[in-house]
């Protein structure tokens, strides 16, 4: 009982900050998603390039619109396993132990969804993290087929130089994304595997 106690004593420690986190960051990105839109139609017969900029915050946006409503949902499940904490607290010597083990069975079954929300969470800013490095790999071998194309053409050595230097950087920019994209994929692995044993975990000690 005490251990069940501490638990859920962990879980609510910092419910008040996240809830008032997660609030104001749904709010901030559904009045930034409704600005983006607008952008996009402006420019829909205009830039195709910026159209597709745009189209891409769009998407990273309702990624994190619903990365939001699942935090949000979180801390709906938090308060309910805090009810729940006070009803077992105020019947503990009112009610028979079938009652105690029903609230009981209810926290499991919170925690559990907690849990699962928790994984979805994660899945989703991994898939986040994985748009935003492939976005900037993109944005950069569009940079260097334009330095490339230009260096064919350019006859001022001085300025070759330039743009071979500057082809130099978007190089190395490239190989420190590739490898990012490489840590991001071992991140999603690892937490994956984490995820599993933690799963494991509480079925062998429920």
Known sequence: MFEILKSMDELFAEEKMNEDLALRESVELKNKNVHLDIQLREEELKDKDKKDELKYKIKEIELGNEIEKKKLREVELKKKLKEEKKVEERLRNKVSEEQI?????????????????????????????????????????????????????????ELKKGLEEDLRKLKLEREELEKKLEQTQLKKNHGKAKWKIDELKSKRYN
């Open 101 to 157: 083990g029903l609230i009981r069975r209810n926290v499991e079954g919170f925690k559990k969804d907690l849990f699962d929300l928790k994984k979805e969470v994660f899945e989703l800013n991994m898939k986040l993290e994985g748009m935003e490095v492939k976005n900037k790999m993109k944005d950069n071998a569009l940079k260097m087929e334009s330095l490339e194309e230009e260096l064919k053409n350019v006859k001022s050595e």
